[in-house]
């Protein structure tokens, strides 16, 4: 999921503009106090919002800005949730509106990873061409208020369509003891009624410190090694910081900011064997609030059966993983790639292809995409090479890569993967001087890289949401 908020300082990198953002939302956020309307902080039209400057502006917030700012930004920017400072009044938006068209400009906001020119995806977060128009001009000419009887109708929450049949709560409470991020990893018992996963919303407890969550799912061969992680860290959970710390872990579902419920194409599910664990991922970050103890919840949709049986099957190099083919980053290098093709007909991934249903030499259809790379992650890129050279389709392209702001995208229209296409999988990574950490203080010399779950190590794969036509 190229925030310009300052939640990510942790390299020699960090942008200017972030922190200059953040500093003056901190001032923003008290801006509007607490029986002040909307219209401004005595609920009159400040002076940017007088009826002669909305009179000749092309655009004022109340009929124009607002719709695009609610829409696009206060899924975030609101009080309580992780964003630094509010975005949902009049009052908020004009005291950090000389801020805003560099943000805007720049496409850091709202973050939105995907390239634009690689594929089309629901949710899309970004703003249009029309959107950004709007919100550049009204900028432009001072952020005019215009009059609050403009405001068109507001649309109806689309996430309170979502109907859960199980509710799965973090275990205990929590609070996040690393600073500025934690990643925390929670087994919860799996006891659906039914064994197909249709659909999932998470219902963050504390928004101010919740970034992202994902579920991951530990069949029952896989619970030894879940309760040994578990008992090697105290308290509540495990530490967690590539995935849930297990081989072969599948994903279930995953949620950042912004994000409403999400339900799996019509007639699709992803199975949970009786006796499986979830794994529930917390990435906190505690740049912009104080540690609070957390306890979000997962919501989930279930279904007896389905008529196309999802597998969410996460695609690399088993040579990078096994060491056989080093993923080698050498030390102080700026630009490291490597690249795999993978074949779906291959025996390694017989298994995933089997629990779809699909008959050996039937196509299959890739609904949603996600990458993954650690901190020295630079550019992600995942192809469909058609067979016989019939050229390459873009899948996902995340051109700038935030760890932060990782994401699996569903796709608008499915990819039909037929018999001799091959997946294209590349990763490039910054191992340069200037793009380490730096810790008490000191900017970390850079070494050697090879994949690993750790934090300095690196990975570089894929999760793709395959099911049979």
């Not at 991951?216 to 959970?237: I, K, N, S, T, W």
């Not at 993978?342 to 249903?357: F, Q, Y």
């Not at 050996?360 to 020295?376: N, P, R, S």
Request: charged share 20%.
């Amino acid at each position: 999921m190229d925030d310009a908020d300052c939640s990510y300082v942790r390299r020699a990198r960090v942008a200017f503009f972030g922190c200059v953002l953040l500093g003056l939302g901190a001032s923003a956020c008290g801006g509007t106090e607490a029986g002040e309307d909307e219209a401004g902080e005595s609920g009159e039209a400040g002076e940017s919002g007088d009826s002669d400057a909305g009179a000749q502006a092309t655009y004022t917030y109340w009929a124009d800005a607002k719709t695009v700012l609610d829409q696009k930004c206060a899924t975030c920017h609101v009080d309580g949730d992780i964003a630094p400072f509010s975005l949902s009044s009049y009052g908020e938006v004009s005291a950090v509106a000389a801020v805003l068209p560099g943000a805007i400009e720049s496409g850091s906001m709202p973050p939105w990873p995907p390239s634009e020119t690689c594929n089309e995806y629901s949710h899309d977060r970004s703003l249009d061409e029309q959107e950004r128009e709007i919100l550049l001009t009204w900028l432009a000419e001072g952020a005019p208020e215009g009059d609050p009887a403009d405001a068109p109708a507001e649309a109806g929450d689309q996430a309170d369509s979502f109907s859960a049949d199980v509710t799965l709560s973090l275990p205990e409470p929590y609070v996040p003891t690393k600073e500025p991020d934690d990643y925390r990893c929670f087994p919860v018992d799996w006891e659906g009624p039914e064994p197909y996963v249709t659909g999932f919303r998470v219902l963050p407890d504390q928004r101010s410190i919740v970034h992202h969550v994902i579920a991951f799912a530990a069949d029952p061969d896989q619970l030894e090694a879940v309760a040994q992680l578990d008992a090697q860290d105290e308290g509540p959970g495990y530490t967690c910081y590539g995935g849930a710390g297990l081989p072969g872990a599948r994903w279930v579902a995953s949620w950042a900011p912004g994000s409403r419920g999400m339900t799996y194409p019509e007639g699709t599910g992803v199975r949970l064997d009786p006796g499986s664990q979830l794994i529930i991922q917390v990435h906190y970050n505690t740049s912009s609030s104080a540690p609070v103890a957390d306890q979000s919840t997962l919501e989930l949709s279930v279904a007896e059966s389905v008529e196309r049986p999802l597998v969410n099957q996460p695609l690399a190099n088993p040579g990078w993983i096994l060491g056989y083919e080093p993923m080698l980053i050498p030390a102080g290098e700026a630009e490291v790639k490597h690249a795999t093709t993978i074949d779906l007909s291959d025996s390694l991934w017989a298994n995933a292809i089997a629990e779809t249903g699909a008959a050996e030499g039937e196509d299959l259809l890739l609904h949603f995409a996600g990458l993954h790379m650690h901190e020295l992650g630079a550019h992600a890129k995942l192809t469909i090479n058609r067979a016989e050279d019939a050229g390459t389709e873009c899948v996902l392209d995340i051109p700038s890569w935030d760890f932060g702001w990782q994401g699996a995208y569903d796709l608008v229209e499915p990819i039909r993967i037929h018999p001799g296409d091959e997946i294209g999988l590349e990763c490039t990574w910054d191992n340069s001087v200037m793009n380490q950490p730096i810790i008490d203080g000191e900017l970390v010399e850079p070494t050697d890289v090879y994949w690993g779950e750790g934090t300095r190590d690196e990975m570089c794969l894929s999760v793709v949401t395959l099911s049979r036509p």
